[in-house]
């Protein structure tokens, strides 16, 4: 049935003296969500500047109601806790939102730390990640989300880091699928990074955006002979930044780079 937060429904970290607690979770499932209120998981506020605040939790909403989304749904944050003190941030956590128009391999992961830069800690994948493959990955208002060693995620959509940051440990790895376009920008280092999709178009972003391969990292981009992956950078043809770092490798077949410079 439909929900609707007018209040809050929480899992924050409890705040301490000394180092406040983790957020908790939150997981809905629901044919529609509306209100003016705010659904959080948020880390808790520590108050000695010796010691840390609790990192943000994991918010997990999804929508099955036919023509249901999140406009006008309630506030969703998962953001680290702070130091009142010295406003000094501990990491965010993870919000997932799906709908039923995204489908089983669809929703948007959003790694969103209030327009904090953490001093500490950071949004993790690491173990088996959740909710995975994902429509689209968002990490922004200073965010920061780190891949562990040798896990992998799919995205069919768009992978954007515009405000925020993205790392992945050795033999990491993010993987494009699904057909259309799918944009990439903002600050990524990664560790593996593939796209092998015929007929595929890739988006670069410039501006503030450099998409880096670490070393001992891969870069796999590959089309076929009769449909190649098109590189091409956003907002019209140009120059856009990829660096390949000593000691990493790339793997390149039947690609169209007719817009880049």
């Known amino acids: 049935g439909e929900l609707k937060v007018d209040g809050l429904i929480s899992a924050d970290g409890a705040p301490a003296d000394y180092s406040g607690g983790a ?3 939150v997981k809905i499932e629901a044919a529609s969500l509306s209100g003016s209120g705010t659904i959080r998981a948020d880390g808790g506020a520590g108050w000695d500047a010796k010691w840390c605040c609790g990192g943000g939790g994991r918010v997990a909403v999804r929508l099955t109601g036919q023509g249901a989304g999140f406009s006008g749904a309630p506030a969703i944050t998962a953001y680290g806790g702070r130091l009142p003190a010295t406003a000094r941030t501990a990491g965010p956590g993870t919000v997932w939102l799906r709908t039923a128009a995204d489908g089983e391999e669809g929703g948007r992961l959003v790694i969103d730390n209030g327009g904090h830069q953490a001093a500490y800690g950071r949004a993790d994948l690491d173990g088996e990640v959740e909710w995975c493959p994902f429509g689209s990955v968002v990490i922004t208002n200073g965010g920061d989300l780190f891949l562990g060693g040798n896990r992998a995620v799919t995205v069919s959509g768009d992978w954007l880091a515009c405000g925020g940051a993205f790392s992945g440990a050795v033999d990491s790895a993010v993987h494009f699928t699904g057909p259309g376009v799918s944009r990439i920008a903002g600050t990524n280092d990664f560790s593996g990074l593939s796209c092998t999709v015929p007929g595929k178009t890739l988006r670069f972003g410039t501006t503030g955006s450099l998409q880096r391969i670490d070393a001992g990292g891969l870069l796999t981009l590959a ?15 140009g120059l856009w930044p990829l660096a390949l ?8 077949q039947y690609l169209d780079v007719s817009h880049s410079d």
């Open 245 to 252: 770092c000593a000691g990493s490798s790339m793997s390149l």
């Open 223 to 237: 089309g076929s002979a009769g449909a190649k992956l098109t590189l091409a950078r956003e907002g019209g043809d």
């Open 23 to 25: 957020g908790g979770s």
